[in-house]
C-alpha cells in the first residue's frame, strides 16, 4: 500500500512549512489535496492511511479533502484535447494517431487550513506544494 508512504509524505512536507513558520503547535484544520486520477492512488487508501500518518501531529484532527484530477489527453496531430476517461484511451477517435498526457498524474498539496491561516499551492512554502511518489 503506497499511499501509507505518499500520506506520511505529506504529513512530514507539512509539518516541515508549519515548523518553518513557526506555527508547529497551530493545528491543522483540514488539507486539501490534488489527486490525478491516473495517479495510481486510491482515494480511500489515502484517506486511510492519512489518519494512521498524522496521529501525534499537528495534523491529527485535520479533515482530509482530496480533489480528483481528470484524466486529460491532447492530440499531436490535430489538437483535440479530451478526457482519457479510465482506463485511458490515449488513441485520437478523429484523426486516428496516439495522443499524449497533459493531466491527470498529479499528486499535490493545494491547501492547507490552520485555524487563523491558509496556506495555498503557490504559496511561499518551501518543498510542500509538490507530493514525491513511485
Excluded: K, N, Y
Excluded at 494517431?97 to 487563523?116: F, H, K, N, Y
Amino acid at each position: 500500500m503506497h499511499e501509507l508512504s505518499i500520506a506520511l509524505a505529506v504529513v512530514d512536507q507539512v509539518d516541515t512549512a508549519l515548523r518553518e513558520r513557526g506555527a508547529e503547535r497551530v493545528p491543522v484544520r483540514s488539507l486539501t489535496l490534488r489527486v490525478g486520477e491516473l495517479s495510481g492512488v486510491v482515494p480511500e487508501a489515502l484517506d486511510f492511511s492519512f489518519g494512521v500518518a498524522a496521529e501525534g501531529t499537528a495534523l491529527a484532527d485535520a479533515r482530509l479533502l482530496i480533489e480528483t484530477v481528470e484524466g486529460r489527453a491532447r492530440c499531436e496531430g490535430c489538437g483535440r484535447d479530451t478526457a482519457t476517461g479510465m482506463p485511458p484511451d490515449l488513441w485520437c477517435g478523429a484523426c486516428e494517431q496516439a495522443m499524449s498526457l497533459t493531466g491527470g498524474r498529479e499528486l499535490e498539496i493545494a491547501r492547507v487550513v490552520l485555524e487563523d491561516l491558509e496556506i495555498r499551492q503557490g504559496d511561499d512554502v518551501p518543498e510542500a506544494s509538490h507530493v514525491p511518489h513511485r
